[in-house]
Each structure stands twice: as C-alpha cells, then as structure tokens.
C-alpha cells in the first residue's frame, strides 16, 4: 500500500532522520581537537535547519547537547583560537535567542541576547545580523512593529560592523544589506508612534544611497510619499524612474 505524505510531514521526517544522524555522530565524537568543532558545527547547522522547517522541539535537544559540548570546549585546555571559541559562543547563544523568541519567551530570547560576545570576526557578526533579521523580518509579518524595528536595527549594525571588516564578499553582504534595509523601512512605515531613533530616514537614506536605481528600492519610495503631502512633480519623477528601473530580478518579488 502507498502511503502519501503532504509536504510537511516529509520535511518533519527528513528533520528526524537528520537529528538521528546528527545524535550518532554526537555520541561518537571527540569532546577536543577538530572532532569537537565538526560536531559543534553540525550541532549548530542541523539546529537551524530544524528551526527553519518548524521542529522547534528537535532543535531544542540538539542545542542542548552543543551546550555541554561548547561548555567542554571553553574548560578545556586544548588548542583552539580565541576568535573560532567566540564564533562558536556567539552562533549558539543566536540559535537559542531565535529558538526562545519562535516559543514565544521574548524575555529569555532578549536575555540571551544580552550574553553575545562583542565579535570581531566576520562569521560571528553575520549569523547575528542572519538571525535578528529572520526576527524582525517575522514580527513584521506579524504586524509586531516595534519588535521587528528593534530587531532589524540589530541587524543593520551587524551588517555595519561587517562592512568595516572585509571578511566576507561584497556582493553576499550587499544583497544582504539591501533586503535589511528594505524590511526596515517597510517597518518603520507601520510604526504607530513616532520615530525618537530616526530609525526610518537612516534606513531610507541607506536605501536611496547604495540602492537607489532599483525597482523595489523606487516602488517603497512611491509608497512613501503617498504618505505625505503629495508633490505631484516629485511623484511622477519617482513613478517615471520606478517603470524605467533596469534592476529587475525575481528574487525583488519577495521584497
């Protein structure tokens, strides 16, 4: 007999399968040398993949288990660069805050937060701006305004210190930068009260600065000024350039 399975029920299997693989390599790794950092790194990778699918329980035991193994790696006295000990710290502290923040524990999820190493390493600092992005990207979906304004602002200063470190490529970080400021500006449009930060017109002047030429960057400034009292003169140069933009992509769709 055939048995049809809807597509969630197969990534929640797919997820199991992984998490049972991961725990076999879990048991027979090495708590020292790169065996260790392997195990910590697949920890890590196959704990986002649960989240990102839904299994937030499954996730929930395997970060577990990389905290014994992280805590092993800080008390030990093996061999490990201080910058790699500090990417792993901030990776697992960032998987437990969007962990905690998806369960609905926003007081742990900002606790966590609090405990992040300062980093300076490109890896770090990316998984920071990666995870307080998903989060302000998911409150904003949610219509939690000030959350995602909050969250997104952690990713754009991430995304800032990054800049300034040249230890990833230009153009990953710049179509990075580009949907951060994006979402920030759709935040900072819904926003109830008023802006103390100026956190909308930093984020629009980032977007118009580095961004400007492109479609999705024109059709948020349309959207703008239909906020404001309309210049008519304005609105059409805005409405021309919006039509006449070369920088199409599919990817703009999902802005």
Same mark, same amino acid.
């Not at 969250?151 to 710049?174: F, N, T, Y």
């Given at each position: 007999?055939?048995?049809?399975?809807?597509?969630?029920?197969?990534?929640?299997?797919?997820?199991?399968?992984?998490?049972?693989?991961?725990?076999?390599?879990?048991?027979?790794?090495?708590?020292?040398?790169?065996?260790?950092?392997?195990?910590?790194?697949?920890?890590?990778?196959?704990?986002?993949?649960?989240?990102?699918?839904?299994?937030?329980?499954?996730?929930?035991?395997?970060?577990?288990?990389?905290?014994?193994?992280?805590?092993?790696?800080?008390?030990?006295?093996?061999?490990?660069?201080?910058?790699?000990?500090?990417?792993?710290?901030?990776?697992? +502290?960032?998987?437990?805050?969007?962990?905690?923040?998806? @369960?609905?524990? %926003?007081?742990?999820? !900002?606790? /966590?937060?609090?405990? =992040?190493?300062?980093?300076?390493?490109?890896?770090?600092?990316?998984?920071?701006?990666?995870?307080?992005?998903?989060?302000?990207?998911?409150?904003?979906?949610?219509?939690?305004?000030?959350?995602?304004?909050?969250?997104?602002?952690?990713?754009?200063?991430?995304?800032?210190?990054?800049?300034?470190?040249?230890?990833?490529?230009?153009?990953?970080?710049?179509?990075?930068?580009?949907?951060?400021?994006?979402?920030?500006?759709?935040?900072?449009?819904?926003?109830?009260?008023?802006?103390?930060?100026?956190?909308?017109?930093?984020?629009?002047?980032?977007?118009?600065?580095? +961004?400007?030429?492109?479609?999705?960057?024109?059709?948020? @400034?349309?959207? %703008?000024?239909?906020? !404001?009292? /309309?210049?008519?003169? =304005?609105?059409?140069?805005?409405?021309?350039?919006?039509?006449?933009?070369?920088?199409?992509?599919?990817?703009?769709?999902?802005?």
């Amino acid at each position: 007999m055939t048995v049809y399975r809807d597509s969630k029920e197969e990534v929640v299997l797919v997820c199991k399968v992984k998490a049972f693989a991961y725990a076999m390599l879990e048991y027979a790794a090495p708590y020292r040398d790169t065996g260790s950092n392997r195990a910590l790194e697949t920890a890590f990778s196959m704990a986002s993949t649960c989240i990102d699918n839904g299994c937030l329980d499954l996730s929930q035991r395997i970060i577990e288990t990389a905290a014994v193994r992280l805590d092993k790696l800080e008390k030990s006295e093996c061999d490990i660069e201080c910058s790699k000990l500090q990417q792993y710290t901030t990776e697992y +502290y960032m998987i437990r805050v969007y962990l905690a923040w998806l @369960q609905g524990r %926003l007081d742990i999820a !900002e606790h /966590l937060f609090s405990q =992040i190493p300062v980093s300076d390493d490109g890896r770090g600092q990316g998984r920071v701006m990666d995870i307080c992005y998903k989060i302000g990207n998911c409150a904003l979906s949610r219509k939690q305004y000030d959350v995602s304004v909050k969250w997104l602002g952690r990713a754009l200063r991430a995304c800032e210190l990054i800049g300034h470190m040249d230890q990833l490529p230009v153009l990953s970080i710049k179509d990075k930068e580009l949907r951060i400021l994006h979402t920030s500006v759709r935040a900072g449009l819904r926003l109830d009260t008023k802006d103390p930060n100026g956190f909308l017109a930093k984020a629009l002047d980032g977007l118009k600065i580095h +961004y400007g030429g492109m479609f999705p960057v024109q059709v948020i @400034q349309l959207e %703008l000024l239909g906020k !404001e009292e /309309l210049d008519e003169s =304005i609105f059409s140069q805005v409405l021309q350039s919006t039509i006449a933009s070369p920088e199409f992509k599919d990817s703009h769709l999902t802005m």
